[in-house]
């Protein structure tokens, strides 16, 4: 079929869109500080600005490309990934772009040659490509291997090679935690096994495409699942201890000064060289201290995903770590005579109650922290579910199948961003140590603020029940009932502790909001 045009009109055409064709490319194959697309009349030159790596090529030369198509996929200087995209449609012309091959600044990519109007035709036509030779095919094959890939890949950059085989060590080091010692094991084993997945080479788990990527990208990046994770929290949780003793909230307020403390210590650690936190990323690290794994998450997401991996770990890993943690902080700051201190029976709490606490904390949360109410609101939506009583089945839900599925995922999510150029450095290092700081400092704060307490009221108060404030439900209570119990064999403390501990969960919330509004 041919197709007629006037001779005028297609020359015009043509000048026109020689014209435009350069603007019509920049916003696409330009990114800032990273490419540069050079055009002449009927073609486009892209060079690199900055180093670059190439992590995945989708086109070869000699291709047709339509305006929108993907052409690679770049790894930037600092690890993190770079999609190049055809502005223009037109033919490949020149292509130099390979697996883990590296540009420097200022050199050519490619040649991208404008065509206004692609006709493919099928049938008689030759194809344009000839079948590959045997020997050709077992060579790509053997090529394609993942020992191959790490070996070229050392040789281009040491996070491709021995990097990744690092942070498979440490995958299998979150799946010994998670099922020989029973650490976290719901988050640390879909981590762990995350963690491989991403770091198989030639696999692209993470990469645009992945499936792990669209898993951090829907669920992580947006927030979701961090907030599901709040939901089904909030089902499974009892205001009933807080709420006969309200005075106990007051001690989930003080363990997040944790959060706060390790902000500075965060910003301190710009002195030692290799370490660069900005404000956002010692936010972001400081919110451990609430031992709040699906608050760090969100928070992180939001103001830091760079930090995201190791954030996480650490999060989590001393949340399975309170057993080991708390106790000597809480011996060291109490005395013998304290911690055999027995409490009077909590009051017995009606079902108004419990109905009307998960609305008034809406309602204020919405009146002095609107941004703190994804977190609060999912959470007391799950709480009501719990306490109204007429959507048993909604309940169930929250608290069994929708966690579950959503946990998985979110491990999994989570351990897609262990990529040794993010983990293996000093800043993880400084991430490690800042968590267990924060960790101490809102144990101790809590504790310290339950004996004031003690000392000013009228009633005894076990200052053991000051380390619950944190918001590792229920293993923070546990933890102080056990300690209670070694002190006096008939103190039991697990409902007291348990006031604190619930609040401790909305505290974590709150200066997650306060971050998140301030920054």
């Known amino acids: 079929m041919k197709i007629g045009m006037h001779p005028l009109s297609i020359l015009q055409f043509r000048k026109i869109f020689s014209r435009m064709s350069f603007w019509l490319l920049i916003p696409v194959m330009t990114l800032p500080g990273l490419l540069n697309a050079q055009a002449v009349p009927d073609r486009v030159t892209i060079t690199a600005r900055g180093p670059l790596q190439v992590s995945e090529v989708l086109v070869r030369q ?16 600092d690890g993190s990934k770079l999609t190049i995209r055809a502005g223009v449609s037109g033919s490949i012309t020149e292509w130099k772009l390979k697996p883990y091959r590296s540009f420097k600044d200022g ?46 890949g050392q040789e281009m950059d040491w996070s491709e090679g021995i990097g ?119 936010a972001s690290i400081g919110i451990i201290g609430g031992a709040d ?90 709480n009501l579910a719990r306490e109204c009583g007429v959507i048993e089945r909604l309940s169930s839900t929250m608290q069994n199948a929708l966690i579950n599925t959503v946990t998985i995922f979110l491990g999994l999510g989570v351990g897609s961003k262990l990529l040794a150029t993010r983990f293996l450095n000093l800043e993880t290092v400084g991430i490690l140590i800042l968590g267990v700081i924060a960790f101490s400092i809102g144990t101790a704060s809590g504790v310290l603020l339950a004996k004031l307490m003690n000392r000013m009221s009228s009633m005894s108060i076990n200052p053991l029940i000051g380390a619950a404030g944190v918001s590792a439900v229920p293993m923070a209570a546990r933890v102080v009932n056990h300690v209670g119990l070694e002190a006096n064999p008939q103190n039991h403390l697990i ?8 609040s401790g969960v909305i505290g974590s919330a709150v200066a997650a909001g306060v971050l998140l509004s301030m920054l």
Request: hydrophobic share 50%.
């Open 62 to 77: 000699g291709e047709s490309v339509v305006a929108g198509d993907t052409l690679a996929v770049m790894k930037r200087a």
């Open 107 to 152: 050199e050519m990519l490619g040649v991208l040659q404008v065509k206004p109007l692609i006709i493919e035709t099928s049938g008689t036509a030759s194809p344009e490509f000839k079948e590959p030779h045997l020997q050709v095919m077992f060579q790509e094959l053997q090529d394609s291997t993942g020992l191959a890939r790490m070996i070229r």
């Open 164 to 282: 990744r085989v690092v942070m498979m060590l440490v995958g299998l080091v979150l799946l010994f935690l998670g099922i020989q010692k029973k650490f976290e094991p719901l988050l640390l084993v879909p981590i762990g096994f995350g963690t491989l997945l991403t770091n198989i080479p030639g696999a692209g788990m993470s990469e645009p495409g992945g499936l792990l990527y669209y898993v951090y990208e829907m669920g992580i990046t947006t927030g979701i699942f961090p907030l599901l994770i709040f939901m089904g929290i909030g089902a499974m949780t009892d205001f009933g201890p807080m709420l006969a003793n309200p005075r106990t909230a007051l001690l989930g307020g003080a363990a997040q000064f944790g959060i706060f403390a390790t902000l500075l210590g965060a910003l301190a650690l710009n002195w030692i060289p290799g370490i660069d936190f900005s404000l956002r990323d010692a």
């Open 293 to 382: 794994g699906p608050t760090a998450i969100f928070l992180s997401s939001q103001l830091s995903p760079r930090l995201l991996g190791s954030i996480a770990i650490a999060a989590y890993s001393y949340m399975a770590l309170v057993p080991l943690i708390q106790p000597p902080i809480m011996k060291l700051l109490t005395t013998e005579s304290e911690r055999q201190m027995e409490m009077q029976q909590l009051r017995y709490v009606s079902r108004r109650e419990k109905i009307i606490f998960p609305l008034l904390v809406l309602i204020l949360c919405a009146l002095l922290l609107p941004s703190a109410a994804p977190l609060i609101g999912m959470f007391m939506f799950g």
């Open 495 to 502: 409902m007291h502790a348990m006031g604190p501990n619930v």
